[in-house]
């Protein structure tokens, strides 16, 4: 199969090729997903530069990317949750970075797949797991319900839109900051923008006098604007800044659940969830696919079209 590959670690592409390798080996309990949409993340070229070697060991050479959107062509021993040409989704994290999904097939564990929604295209689906996962994670942690005042950092992005779209679901009222340019887009989603940078802190005390009960950092680097907004006995969690474990926050790290993306699946399903695709790519294209989630600035997701 054709399939993105690099040996060795790089904070640029220069290792990045597209190549021919052999398809995926099927265990029990896994099934073989034909790729037809693969979401890209910032993980993906943190991977890449060798950031997260202290916790995931590499084999080369490796297939980057973990969220998945495609076809069952084939089923692993002792495998019924699924049959094949059931259209699926998956954030198809492996215990080791090896054989990930910017490819033309990928296996993936079935308790860590779910059924795409006809409501999302297969753009939108390969851009749903990862980022979707990790927005639902932190608000399940921090429990978020009616009554919460939510602030997202990074409101307009892949897994900020998404954290927007499930804190209103959940009858939250949310305020998100992004640059003036996404304001509009995120009073779509149904958040009330703030503009971030210098004086976020009295915008956001603008809104809320009395402080906010929960604040999700997809940011980093915002431990002094949480103390400054957050109300007693208020939660807060970060997917970028373990140190705020320290202030008695959560750091996340979202882990593969069919279950859980199931229950994001169903937010599509009835309209309460959509995913903005902001740009696609082809599978000999993924380079520049990492270069524009390197720059930081992308609103909504990525997506490789193999």
């Known amino acids: 199969m054709r399939a993105a590959t690099y040996d060795s670690f790089a904070t640029d592409n220069a290792p990045l090729r597209v190549t021919e390798v052999a398809d995926p080996k099927l265990g029990p309990g896994e099934v073989l997903i034909r790729v037809r949409a693969a979401g890209v993340n910032p993980v993906d070229w943190k991977v890449m530069a060798g950031y997260l070697e202290p916790m995931l060991k590499a084999v080369f050479p490796v297939i980057p990317g973990w969220d998945v959107a495609g076809e069952v062509v084939a ?18 994290r492996k215990d080791v970075v090896h054989a990930g999904t910017f490819a033309e097939f990928v296996a993936v564990a079935a308790d860590h797949v779910a059924r795409k929604p006809a409501e999302l295209d297969w ?23 009616p009554g919460d005042t939510l602030v997202v950092y990074g409101a307009s992005g892949g897994v900020g839109s998404l954290a927007v779209q499930i804190g209103r679901d959940r009858g939250a009222r949310v305020i998100g900051t992004a640059s003036e340019r996404n304001h509009d887009f995120l009073r779509e989603l149904g958040a009330e923008p703030v503009a971030y940078g210098e004086g976020e802190v009295e915008r956001i005390r603008e809104l809320t006098p009395d402080g906010v009960t929960t604040v999700a950092d997809f940011v980093g680097g915002q431990l002094d604007v949480t103390r400054a907004i957050l109300a007693e ?74």
């Open 123 to 145: 753009a939108q689906a390969g851009g749903l797991p990862l980022a979707g996962m990790t927005a639902q994670r932190c608000l399940d942690r921090m429990n978020v319900a």
């Open 233 to 306: 006995g208020g939660r807060h969690t970060s997917t970028t800044d373990d140190t705020v474990e320290k202030e008695g926050g959560h750091y996340i790290w979202v882990r593969p659940n069919g279950a859980k993306l199931t229950e994001l699946a169903d937010l599509a399903k009835r309209g309460a969830l959509r995913v903005e695709v902001s740009r696609t790519f082809i599978l000999p294209e993924v380079g520049k696919a990492l270069d524009a989630s390197r720059s930081g600035h992308t609103r909504g997701k990525l997506v490789v079209l193999p």
């Open 75 to 92: 089923l692993g021993p002792d495998t019924p949750e699924f049959t094949v040409g059931d259209e699926v989704m998956a954030y198809a």
